[in-house]
């Protein structure tokens, strides 16, 4: 008993260690949703003004920015915050708070290259139609799905990081056992019986 107990201690972050890492994850998240404010202000001028250069200009920054230096910073973000469950008592899939936030950034991170690469692309395509004064050009709406839902997410992030709320994954799935255990035999009183029913 006492040797896993040292076993599972010494995998235990030091101090220092620990305030580098959570140094680095709040930075990098800081980070990561510094661009998405950025990029929404970009599309929301994009979409927002009636010069046609401006929009342009708006949409062919996207491409400069938006895609690899977010990627980045969700990728040193999700790398740091594994070392940090992992090396603390919270773990990975211990509790809720960090195993949806664990969930979240991989999504996030994903659609990043997947989804948001290409649209990014068609943007910069649309912004450099626009700054030759194609009059067909028109910037895209679609923009606005991952400018609201991301810094929406991100936040949610945050407040679980604050809050940290109690509720473990294995604790839950524990008492909803222990408490049908309990229940059944006050739901059914033959239940508590021997299996002859004597």
């Not at 404010?37 to 938006?66: H, K, R, Y």
């Not at 989804?115 to 910069?124: E, T, V």
């Not at 030759?132 to 028109?138: K, N, W």
């Not at 839902?149 to 604050?162: D, E, G, K, Q």
Request: charged share 15%; with cysteine.
């Amino acid at each position: 008993m006492s040797g896993n107990a040292t076993g599972a201690q010494g995998r235990r972050l030091s101090g220092g260690a620990r305030k580098k890492l959570l140094t680095l994850h709040i930075l990098s998240a800081a980070a990561w949703f510094g661009v998405d404010l950025a990029l929404g202000i970009l599309v929301f001028t994009a979409l927002l003004t009636d010069d046609p250069q401006t929009a342009a200009t708006s949409l062919q920054a996207l491409e400069l920015f938006a895609i690899w230096p977010m990627f980045a910073a969700s990728i040193v973000c999700l790398a740091s915050g594994v070392v940090l469950g992992l090396g603390s008592k919270y773990g990975l899939v211990r509790y809720w708070w960090v195993a949806v936030k664990l969930a979240t950034n991989v999504l996030m991170s994903t659609l990043i290259v997947v989804a948001l690469r290409p649209g990014i692309g068609d943007a910069a395509d649309i912004g450099e139609r626009l700054a030759t004064g194609d009059p067909t050009a028109s910037v895209p709406t679609d923009l606005l799905f991952p400018v609201l839902v991301a810094p929406t997410m991100l936040l949610i992030a945050y407040l679980l990081s604050v809050f940290k709320p109690r509720a473990r994954i294995r604790q839950r799935k524990a008492k909803a056992a222990l408490t049908d255990v309990v229940a059944k035999p006050l739901r059914d009183p033959y239940a508590a019986r021997s299996p002859i029913g004597v």
